[in-house]
């Protein structure tokens, strides 16, 4: 099985900075794409952020410029750094990962349990 663990966020003011981190465990083999997604309440989840093996990026136009997608391969890492938060970023970030899973040799999309970013004074 594989697993993610997100971890990093919380609440934050107008304005201010935080980074997420999801870490990936198991029977992994290798990953393809990571990314951040998000939920507010009464929403859909929508893409935030992703970020390939190679480290390719791609960014929702409201976040671009503010937000920034990263990775560490070696830890089977993802980042988001968030800056210039607006209270519109308040929701549940959830991170996603494109896994293979060496019991079965096959990937396999893996979530993460979410963790909340508020945005608020």
């Known amino acids: 099985q594989v697993q993610l663990v997100e971890s990093g966020g919380g609440l934050v003011q107008p304005g201010g900075s935080l980074r997420l981190s999801c870490a990936a465990s198991?029977?992994?083999?290798?990953?393809?794409?990571m990314g951040w997604y998000r939920q507010a309440p009464g929403k859909q989840r929508e893409l935030v952020a992703a970020i390939t093996s190679g480290g390719s990026t791609n960014y929702a136009d409201s976040v671009k410029g503010r937000f920034t997608i990263s990775r560490d391969n070696a830890k089977n890492t993802v980042y988001l750094q968030m800056n210039s938060l607006k209270p519109e970023d308040t929701a549940v970030y959830y991170c996603n990962a494109h896994a293979g899973v060496t019991t079965t040799l096959r990937y396999l999309e893996v979530w993460g349990q979410g963790t909340l970013v508020t945005v608020s004074s």
């Open positions: 198991g029977s992994i083999f290798s990953i393809n794409a």
